[in-house]
């Protein structure tokens, strides 16, 4: 026990030292002021209000109780209705998710969950409303989460799935990767995702009503991709949460 307490004591310093290291390294400069030090400074997280997201149809812009797409607008592959949390251009949640995403920067993600955390409520409102239990993530392609370390979408849709006390169905497995969504253009990804890069895991169950969640909707062609291979597998009703939305 003793020898136990030890080994994760001295885990912790050398962890600890490698991030001072790191810092001095490469110091951090505040996202928002530009202040060497911190990720996002202090006063900054006191001041940073990113304002609440009207909650709108994804594909025309209405403006709906939720965020439900409405019925024009609704395809096979849109999803019954779209839940963020931040303005992706709001320039310091934008920072922070690239942080995260390209520069594997935990802290980042610490900064997010505590503000998507705040902000549940709509999210666990809705999924009470259409009885959606189950929260699902958009897989990255394994060789992407080999060089990233991390699946973004799946600590978030970890994170949701915890906190409202909802199951956590991993049953999508992204079978072909995609260059760096950001380096491409929208016609690019969207002829990328016509044949979807997605399947259902062998044998498992497709839960009939989803909350499928993402790092940020922007042309949506990926949650698209996934939604189809979705409802070919049955499932009828099919919410999307992205942390930001474009
Ligand atoms: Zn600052
Ligand atoms: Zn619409």
Known sequence: MELENKKIWRGARSKGLVLRLTDSIFPRY?????????????????????????AKCVVCGKESIFGETCARCTEDNTPDGHLTT?????????ALIGNWKY??????????RTRIGVELNQVRQCLDTFGIQSVLAIPLHRRRVCERGFDQSKLCAEFIATTLGKEKADILERVRGTGKQAHRSDKEREEEMKDSPFQILSG??????????DDVWTTGSTARAAIRTLRCAGAEVIWVYTIARG
């Not at 498992?204 to 969640?213: A, D, H």
Request: glycine share 6%.
């Open 30 to 54: 505040c996202v928002r002021c530009g202040e060497e030090g911190q990720l996002l400074c202090d006063k900054c997280n006191v001041n940073w209000h990113p304002g609440r997201i009207p």
């Open 103 to 112: 520069h594997y920067d935990e802290t980042a993600w610490n900064l997010l």
């Open 204 to 213: 498992m169950y497709v839960p009939k009503k989803i909350l499928l969640v």
């Open 86 to 94: 931040f303005a992706y251009a709001d320039p310091v949640a934008r």
